[in-house]
Every structure is written in C-alpha cells, then in structure tokens.
T-cell receptor, first 112, second 108 residues
Framework: DTAVSQTPKYLVTQMGNDKSIKCEQN?????MYWYKQDSKKFLKIMFS???????INETVPNRFSPKSPDKAHLNLHINSLELGDSAVYFC???????????FGPGTRLTVT | AQRVTQPEKLLSVFKGAPVELKCNYS??????LFWYVQYSRQRLQLLLR??SRESIKGFTADLNKGETSFHLKKPFAQEEDSAMYYC??????????FGAGTRLFVKA
C-alpha cells in the first residue's frame, strides 16, 4: 500500500543516453516534487508541480524535463545523460504546497 | 537570501547522552520549519514541524525567531536514533529548502 512510488529503483546507463524515472502517488495530493540528492547527501529541489502545473523550476539544465500527465503522476525525463547526473532522485508529494511532504524510495541513477 | 544551515555534517554521541542537532535559517518572511529523518535504507520522512509543537520519538524543536534557529533536541539518545536528519524551510508556500543534513551516530 505504497503512498509514493518510483520506478525504477536503480538505473545504470551510459553517457549520452536518454532515460525516464516515473513517480506515482496514491494520496490524492495536489503537489508533487523532484529532488536530487548528491553523493554528499545534499538534497536539492529540482521541480515542483501543483495540480499538473509547474510552479518551481530551479536552475536545472534543459536536459531535465518533468511531465505531469495527471495529478497522481510526475515523471522525470533526462536527455543526453552526463556523469554529473549520477545521484539519487527522490519524488515527493504534499497535500498542498508548503505542507508535509511524503517521499518516494528514491531512484539511484548511475551514469558511466 | 533564503538558506538553511546545518553546521554539523556528523554528530556522534553515546547512548543515553543528550543530543542537539543545530539548524539556522535565513528568511525574511514568516518561516515554516520541519525536521525530516532518513533511517538507513528507508525513505525520507517527516519527524516534526514547528507549528505542531509536539514531541516525536522524544525529539523536540523550538523555533527561535530571534536567533533564527530551529534546533532539534533529545534528552537521551537511543541507538535507533542513528540516521540522517534534515532541517527544511518552506518559503512562500511553494519552495522547500533543505539543509545539508546531519548524520547522527549513537554509539552503544
């Protein structure tokens, strides 16, 4: 009965490839987020969507494109992967912007 | 600038000792502050928020607007408290800024 789920859990790919990470929440929340956690465990917000609309887009390269087909899903597509993209990516959701966030288990992306 | 500072990357204490994880923030508006915890091999989860003023797993945190701090405290640390702790600031209702995190290690 997972609240926020992400697939895949692990992703190993080569430089230059394009990959997607999927996120789904069954909490009925209006807001969803993507975070990047680097090797030093620093957690930084990348995007935030509210009711399928982009409300936060931090200084993330254009190679990263979020897509929200509906309120329950927020997918992350990454083009032309680079070594520096290796990290753990977390999806999260909240009832409304600014309230408690529920996190997914994370996707560990390794670019070789 | 909006910022959350957790000055300690690693905090190591003995079981039964008091623990304080520091968090300072920089924000001109009215802050909403949270502490999140990530246990080994588990997902990040909310520990407590300043508006609820409650104690969770023996932890408390008081917002001090004068010192712009939101330190997390527990009088007697337990081994199961070992985890990564993140202080988070929510600004303007939309943006969440996390601190760099403090790894707490409680020794037997």
């Amino acid at each position: 009965d997972t609240a926020v789920s992400q697939t895949p859990k692990y992703l190993v790919t080569q430089m230059g490839n394009d990959k997607s990470i999927k996120c789904e929440q069954n909490l009925g929340h209006d807001t969803m987020y993507w975070y990047k956690q680097d090797s030093k465990k620093f957690l930084k917000i990348m995007f935030s969507y509210n009711n399928k609309e982009l409300i936060i887009n931090e200084t993330v390269p254009n190679r990263f494109s979020p897509k929200s087909p509906d309120k329950a899903h927020l997918n992350l597509h990454i083009n032309s992967l680079e070594l520096g993209d290796s990290a753990v990516y977390f999806c999260a959701s909240s009832q409304e912007s600014g309230s408690e966030q529920y996190f997914g288990p994370g996707t560990r992306l390794t670019v070789t | 600038a909006q910022r959350v500072t957790q000055p300690e990357k690693l905090l190591s204490v003995f079981k039964g000792a008091p623990v304080e994880l520091k968090c300072n923030y920089s924000y001109s508006g009215s802050p909403e502050l949270f502490w999140y915890v990530q246990y080994s091999r588990q997902r990040l989860q909310l520990l407590l928020r300043h508006i609820s003023r409650e104690s969770i797993k023996g932890f408390t945190a008081d917002l001090n607007k004068g010192e712009t701090s939101f330190h997390l405290k527990k009088p007697f640390a337990q081994e199961e408290d070992s985890a990564m702790y993140y202080c988070a600031l929510v600004t303007g209702g939309f943006k969440t800024i996390f601190g760099a995190g403090t790894r707490l290690f409680v020794k037997a």
